[in-house]
């Protein structure tokens, strides 16, 4: 299980991130709830060692991970980006594949067999020799999901995953993600849309104006809401709860 | 092991990618296309002109005048002077253009999070690099062609001279990918990394001509710009500390890249670092400057006194001093430097020159005293003199060590090479061939890659 503790990152005098602290267990789909600006980006940031964080640290079943422990085990998949424009989707996924060592010890007939079982997936099998750069933001999503699964990090850290997507989609993504998880890989989900992430995630850290707010199942917030409330609540679905603790 | 296999798979495959990316580049195919312009017009003119010198439609009598019909003064150097300005202008813009665009792009952070890779931001400066400097070999086709088309006139090819000119554009083009990668990762934006890049090529401009008017350390710091190291390899000279001191600014800038490009690290320790690289840097390009050995690959040997002389002058044990009272733009003192004293450096690297003036132009120090002497002094002994010709200088010099100046070997006298024949068929192929072939492939390319 990988621990964050106190994790701080200012700007300047802005404090983005204040003493964050919040648990990842494997094979789970943890997401990450907050509005616009709550620091969700800045904390997958901060952990997938894009930013440096000003303080805190990150560990795992008690020994704090050093920066190259962590690349090993974690992957940030940011959000609103595309990598090689001018490079087709089909490429980009065998450079994936490559670089990141499928080909390393297998053969390639099975990172051929990993890229192709990503490629159904998410439906990219028409996107394949299309430039990246002239897909459609929701197109570029799924591309931009495929490159994250192909990686080789126990834990996926996903910006935004369903950003773009169609209803559609957005229930096909969610299935392909939590098959993943099933097969052992931890997700990590940043969503602000409450009702995707309610879709989707075991588990919850609400996030508001940088701190966290309440961690645990749907129904240990409903429990922690109505503490906080002083009794039950209209309902217990997760926007209510979300509300209440932030 | 397997760590390092995986490691140099990574690398193997960033080199690929980075080679898909050049291609799919536009800045690199307009690179390519301006460059059959750029050597054409600078090789048609160098030919048209050693053609008239050489006596083409009775222009002059053409029989051994010795420099005038040097290829490497007059059709090699010329020539490949496009290239500097490809990398000066051009070449930055292609460089910036492959590290920053992965920055904008997003790709940069994902390539950065390989999990087995020491060193992710080394091995990916490294690869871009090679692939830039693979890029600049594919343009410098253009000036290969020329030497092809140089061969099919008739004309004379010393390999030595021509490999040196090749070696110093490299190496100039090696700079310029190292301070274009800097500039890129330095800076957030690609338009910023340009006007970076070009402020440090105008920079060193600045630096030869402060050069020209002060002298002094100015004129030391001068002898390793880009533009006076590109000058000294037309001239067929590959002096071993300019070399070091590229190699060390090209390992500089590359280094600098690397240090801003990594992702998650504080700003402060990479303002150390790179603090730490510069005054490193800086260490070793003054060490390398003891470095005196040099090499005259000239087939007129114009970096190099007659062999007889400089195996006289190799006898001479005794330090020699000379002082000159000559200003940094004194015309004779050009003369000086060039004809002389740059030889002497090579053959006798103890030899001290001092330069003593009043003023920069020496314009009204004409009549002030001792203005224009030059004294020698060997072994207690002084001589003056005014003449700033090589066989001047060595004469004083002769004359103070007490030898007989060696007899003038008239047989090893260069005769040059002249060429009576114009440039044909170079426009065709430079401005009409060339930028043809590089669109058809650049179209054949970028649709098979999509």
Not at chain 2, 169 to 174: K, P
Not at chain 2, 215 to 237: C, D, K, N, S
Request: hydrophobic share 45%; net charge neutral.
């Amino acid at each position: 299980m990988l621990h964050v503790s106190n994790l701080t990152k200012r700007y300047g005098h802005l404090t983005a991130l204040s003493e964050v602290s919040c648990s990842i267990r494997p094979g789970e789909v943890l997401g990450l709830i907050g509005p616009n600006g709550s620091g969700k980006t800045t904390l997958f940031e901060c952990l997938g060692g894009v930013l440096p964080a000003d303080g805190g640290s990150i560990s795992e079943n008690g020994h704090a991970l050093t920066a190259d422990e962590r690349k090993a085990r974690v992957f940030y998949l940011p959000d609103a980006i595309a990598p090689w424009p001018a490079q087709t989707v089909h490429w980009a996924l065998e450079f994936i594949a490559g670089f990141f060592g499928w080909r390393e010890s297998d053969t390639s007939d099975t990172s051929d067999t990993v890229i192709a079982d990503v490629v159904r997936q998410l439906d990219l099998e028409p996107l394949l020799d299309s430039p990246i750069g002239t897909l459609s933001k929701g197109q570029r999503k799924r591309a931009l999901l495929a490159i994250g699964l192909l990686t080789p990090q126990p834990i996926l850290l996903a910006d935004e995953p369903f950003d773009g997507l169609d209803l559609r989609q957005t229930r096909e993504v969610a299935g392909t993600l939590r098959s993943h998880a099933g097969a052992g890989r931890t997700m990590f989900l940043s969503i602000h849309q409450i009702t995707d992430a309610a879709r989707v995630c075991d588990r919850f850290v609400l996030l508001s104006g940088g701190r966290v707010c309440g961690e645990g199942t749907l129904d240990e917030l409903s429990r922690r809401a109505d503490r906080a409330r002083q009794g039950p609540g209209a309902s217990d679905n997760l926007e209510d709860v979300f509300l209440a603790l932030t | 092991m397997s760590s390092w296999l995986s490691h140099r798979r990574a690398l193997t495959w960033l080199v690929r990618k980075e080679w898909r990316e050049l291609v799919a580049s536009r800045s690199w195919w307009i690179l390519l296309v301006a460059m059959g312009p750029l050597v054409g017009v600078s090789f048609i003119s160098a030919v048209r002109t050693y053609a008239e010198a050489s006596g083409f439609n009775g222009t002059a009598v053409g029989q051994g005048v010795g420099e005038a019909f040097s290829p490497l003064i007059g059709v090699w150097a010329p020539t490949f002077s496009a290239c500097e300005l490809a990398a000066a202008f051009l070449l930055p813009f292609v460089g910036i253009r492959l590290v920053s665009g992965d920055r904008q792009s997003g790709a940069l952070k994902i390539e950065l999070q390989h999990p087995g890779m020491q060193s992710p931001a080394v091995a990916r400066v490294s690869a871009k690099a090679l692939v830039l400097l693979a890029g600049w070999l594919i343009a410098s086709a253009a000036p290969a062609l020329a030497v092809v088309l140089w061969r099919t006139y008739g004309g004379s090819i010393y390999p030595p001279e021509l490999v040196t000119v090749v070696f110093g554009h490299l190496l100039n083009a090696g700079l310029t990918i190292a301070l274009a990668a800097a500039t890129a990762s330095l800076t957030e934006h690609p338009s910023t990394a340009a006007i970076l890049t070009l402020s440090v090529t105008v920079g060193t401009w600045i630096v030869n001509f402060i050069a020209a008017v002060n002298g002094g350390v100015w004129e030391r710091a001068a002898g390793y710009t880009p533009t006076a190291m590109v000058a000294e390899f037309q001239h067929g000279l590959i002096r071993l500390d300019v070399v070091l001191v590229a190699l060390a600014l090209v390992v500089a800038g590359l280094g600098l890249s690397a240090i801003w490009m990594r992702l998650g690290v504080p700003v402060r320790r990479r303002v150390n670092e790179s603090i730490a690289l510069g005054a490193l840097t800086a260490a070793v390009m003054f060490a390398c400057t003891f470095f005196t050995p040099s090499w005259d690959t000239s087939e007129n040997r114009g970096n190099s006194f007659a062999e007889a002389d400089e195996e006289m002058l190799k006898t001479i044990r005794t330090p020699l001093r000379i002082e000159a009272h000559l200003a940094p733009e004194d015309p004779r003192r050009v003369d000086l430097e060039h004809r002389a004293l740059s030889k002497l450096r090579r053959v006798m690297p103890k030899t001290q020159v001092h330069y003593v003036s009043s003023t920069t132009i020496g314009l009204f120090e004409q009549t002030a005293p001792h203005y224009g002497e030059i004294w020698y002094e060997l072994g207690g002994r002084k001589t003056m003199s005014r003449v700033t010709t090589a066989e001047g200088v060595l004469e004083s010099i002769y004359e103070l060590a007490g030898v007989t100046p060696p007899a003038e070997d008239e047989a090893s006298l260069f005769r040059g090479h002249p060429l009576a024949v114009p440039p044909k068929g170079a426009a065709t192929v430079f401005y009409g061939i060339w930028p043809a072939v590089i669109v058809a492939t650049a179209l054949f390319v970028r649709r098979r890659q999509a």
